[in-house]
């Protein structure tokens, strides 16, 4: 070929990137820019989901569920929009592979290091714990003991628009007993964990995942009610491709405090972060990150038979909040009595203790700042806890942005399941899909009308000739925003046992801006 012929080319393409940029930005008549069309909503094509190592105890038994939605928006069916095979898949982390089946190096009580094994350069590929055949019907595969290991996962086509996986993992002894369950999470730079401890009683880690093919570096600030507090051998903490590093929070710090917010940030690469809360006296689950911090904040789905709820809360800016306290019940907003605001210093975290405050009835915590205030940003979490005497359990509800279009949460069982639905501000209708079963059953749809200031408690609708498990799809047809939460208990031996996942939306579409090529921003 000619090199004329290739400049031509060359120019050709040139023109047409700025005349496609030139119809975004081109003057309107009275040489104001023009407004352009509004972005296009397309389906994502690639999705990542991290799950933590479920646990350290010899009688852990877990469960991973994976479920992508159907009937949205048509996606390319290939990794990369073009024409190879969508697919869903769960694969073992490099650490869990370098370890070759042997269990992470245990301290003394045994929980995993904070120090990470193996990792290379690229994840090595393991044979997937779980893959997905078809969106709409969920799968699931099981792992017993101490040894299942962090999972690494990737969905393209049209696997990949709403891809959830939800882990969860009974342990019936031991000082970690309790129902943990997370919905794994998508990979990130910063993320925010009110409601952890370094407390004498606790034993938390803090799980990182790199599903990359190159090492991220992590950074962990911990702050208390006076402050950060001093710690040591919480920056550059190296996470290898592919790994996945247990880091003890007490280990960080010589300072024992009861509330404690974990700040997560990544120095190179990304990481999915997730923290593990066990307490010597109420089990242990699951602390799943807060939203992003604003100004107001709804965390819902609180049991209506909880003996105590305990607020947690950070200001990570430079001004106090002074924060409104107000819970969403069946019937309407109310502010508990003597619990009516918290006051959150800069740079540290506050809590208040609420006991029974849904009084015999479901609801969800609502946060706004308090009349008269400015609007200061905060993260926030519940610590919830169920039972009597030694036979209670714990669990967590974390800030939780609205459903949006979509959410999904994934292992729903027959009998054991509660969705609560809440709307802060106005009236609005939502739309709840209960999928097929992993083994059996059809798909069923039911509609729910959730008043303005309330929170709606309900057993979701159970697919007909129900086989296994399944999943919940939540959508917003009209009306306000709405948070919404799922409980799943577990009763074992007069413990309570119980996990509460929240449902934000799933980041299933992106919007993509509209270009088109006009030659006459040519002319002179």
Not at 145 to 161: C, E, H, K, S, V
Not at 431 to 455: C, F, I, L, M, N
């Amino acid at each position: 070929m000619k090199r004329t012929t290739i400049s031509l080319i060359a120019a050709s393409a040139a023109l047409a990137a700025i005349t496609g940029f030139a119809t975004l930005t081109a003057p309107g008549k009275d040489g104001s820019p023009a407004p352009s069309a509004a972005p296009a909503r397309l389906p994502v094509e690639r999705s990542s989901l991290l799950c933590p190592a479920p646990s350290a105890s010899e009688v852990a038994e877990t469960a991973y569920t994976s479920f992508t939605p159907s009937g949205g928006a048509p996606a390319p069916t290939g990794e990369d929009g073009g024409s190879g095979p969508a697919t869903a898949e769960l694969r073992p982390s490099a650490t869990a592979l370098a370890d070759a089946g042997d269990s992470p190096k245990a301290d003394k009580k045994g929980e995993p290091e904070g120090e990470a094994t193996g990792g290379a350069k690229e994840p090595p590929q393991g044979k997937p714990v779980l893959t997905l055949k078809e969106p709409g019907k969920p799968v699931t595969a099981e792992a017993s003991g101490a040894d299942a290991p962090a999972l690494i996962g990737t969905a393209t086509g049209r696997f990949a628009p709403g891809w959830t996986a939800q882990q969860t993992t009974k342990v019936t002894a031991g000082s970690g007993r309790g129902l943990l369950g997370v919905s794994c999470t998508a990979p990130d730079t910063d993320f925010w964990f009110p409601g952890a401890s370094t407390g004498e009683e606790r034993r938390d880690y803090v799980h990182l995942t790199n599903p990359d093919e190159t090492a991220a570096v992590v950074d962990i600030e911990l702050y208390g009610e006076e402050g950060r507090l001093k710690s040591t051998l919480s920056e550059g903490i190296p996470v290898p491709a592919g790994a996945s590093v247990p880091v003890l929070l007490s280990t960080l710090t010589a300072e024992r405090a009861v509330d404690v917010t974990v700040h997560v940030t990544t120095r190179t690469g990304r990481v999915g972060a997730v923290v593990r809360a066990a307490d010597e006296n109420t089990g242990s689950d699951w602390l799943s990150a807060s939203a992003d911090p604003s100004a107001t904040a709804v965390l819902p789905g609180i049991p209506k038979d909880a003996v105590s709820v305990r607020l947690v809360a950070f200001a990570p800016g430079e001004s106090d909040a002074e924060l409104k306290i107000q819970l969403a019940g069946p019937d309407g907003l109310f502010t508990p009595a003597g619990s009516e605001s918290l006051h959150v210093k800069s740079g540290m975290t506050a809590s208040a203790d609420l006991q029974n405050v849904t009084r015999g009835e479901a609801g969800s915590l609502v946060l706004s700042p308090a009349e008269g205030r400015p609007a200061t940003p905060v993260a926030a979490a519940l610590r919830v806890v169920r039972g009597k005497g030694d036979k209670q359990e714990i669990a967590f509800i974390p800030a939780t942005a609205p459903v949006g279009e979509r959410a999904a949460v994934a292992d729903n069982r027959a009998k054991g399941s509660t969705l609560s639905l809440t709307a802060p501000g106005a009236d609005a209708k939502v739309r709840v899909t209960a999928s097929a079963g992993t083994e059996g059953g059809s798909e069923t749809v039911k509609t729910y009308d959730v008043k303005g200031g309330t929170t709606l408690s309900v057993t979701p609708p159970v697919p007909p000739g129900l086989k296994g498990a399944y999943a919940l799809t939540v959508e917003t047809e009209s009306g306000g925003p709405v948070h919404a939460a799922r409980m799943l208990e577990q009763p074992e031996d007069g413990i309570p046992m119980f996990t509460v996942q929240t449902l934000p939306y799933d980041e299933g579409t992106v919007a993509v801006p509209r270009a088109e090529q006009d030659l006459s921003v040519l002319d002179d």
